[in-house]
């Protein structure tokens, strides 16, 4: 009489020790079957149906057949059927005493390369190895470079710099012209011969090559331009337009740039004329907002808040300083243009527009550093003057 024999799905795994792989431990957790009766020794078995050495689920079966997938031979260790790959096959191989084990899922119809997707889905960071101190180092040099982030820290401290002096009423700007004019009798015969000496340039630019532009290696430095326009914008107009003019450089040009560099890809390209003016090709939408924005705020928070605080509208600081372009109408004192929040607004609005439109503009190969304080401070004393004639004349 055959003896029966349990399905091949409640046979359990032989006893083996714990693979030392942890991606093959988790599999082996993950798919372990439950607690089922053990197939008893083929030798305790009586043949069956003249085959002493082979059955099947219960049947004579004879060498090399199947039955539920399991493929019986005269050596007594049974055979999966191919499915999958080479590895599901193996897993599936005969135990101890030539029992069978589980397959290698849980479930039916699973494989090996569903249980490893399933894996890697838990776990996506396995495998990957995390960047060194040195990989790490060189990540942030390349953000600090790409960015050009000392640049942007001087560009804008300067701003700042210009701020605190203007806080402290100093009689006069000529201390700040001449230290400016001494450093530039120093930084220009290095630019010329960095320009015309490899060995000198070398070492000028372990010095300053981080605050430079990849163009300027082959060209005039920025900050010469840089200094030469707040020279201009000093010597030439009244200390609240100087002093504007100064700020629009330092944050207006840095405000754009950045913002450029983050959404100007996800904005529209400026076209390349406005009103008959050539823009520049490479500026974004993003970054002439973000410069019209601050210009605005500068002008708002200087004539607003800076000036009646720090300068004042009186005879004698008119006469030392200059008058300025505008001041609230309810207060005592000259400027050109007075009124209240209305006009400052209106100001703020013109200034915001006038630094978005000069920090766009392609003039051939004149630095931004000397054409964005000179053009907008020109513009803003111009129309200052304009304003306050019309306002005298009664229109």
Known sequence: MPVPVPRRSSIPPPPSSPPSNPVAQIKQRQHRPSASPVLPPRSSLPPMNGHPNGYTNGHAAPNGSTANGVVVDLSGKPRHRKSGSKRSAKRMSG????????????????????????????A???????PSVEEWTGIMKRIVEEWEIPRKVLHSSIGFGVVY???????????????????????VPCDILRLRNAQFERLYEKAVGFLMRESERRSTNGVIWYMVGVIYVLALFPRDIAVVAILILSWCDTAASTFGRMYGKKTWPLPRRLLGLPLAPRKSVAGSAAAILTGALVAAGFWGFAVP?????????????????????DMPGQALVSGGWPS?????????????????????????????????????W?????????????Y
């Open 124 to 130: 996506p960071d396995a495998g990957k190895e995390k």
């Open 165 to 187: 002096l203007y806080s402290g009423r100093p009689e006069t700007v000529n201390p700040v012209i001449y230290a400016l004019a001494g450093s530039l009798a120093f930084i």
């Open 344 to 380: 400052l607004v209106a100001v703020s609005t013109v200034t915001g527009v006038i630094s978005g439109v000069v920090e766009a503009l392609d003039l051939g190969g004149w630095d931004d550093n000397l054409t964005l304080p000179v053009i907008s401070g020109t513009v803003l």
């Open 309 to 329: 605080q720090w300068q004042g509208y009186s005879i004698e600081a008119a006469q030392k300083w200059g008058t300025v372009a505008w001041k609230w109408s």
């Open 95 to 122: 135990g101890a005493n030539g029992a069978t084990s589980a397959p290698a899922s849980g479930r039916c119809g699973h494989s090996d390369d569903e249980a490893e997707r399933t894996h890697k889905a838990a």
């Open 382 to 394: 111009g129309l200052s003057k304009l304003a306050g004639l019309f306002l005298n004349f009664g």
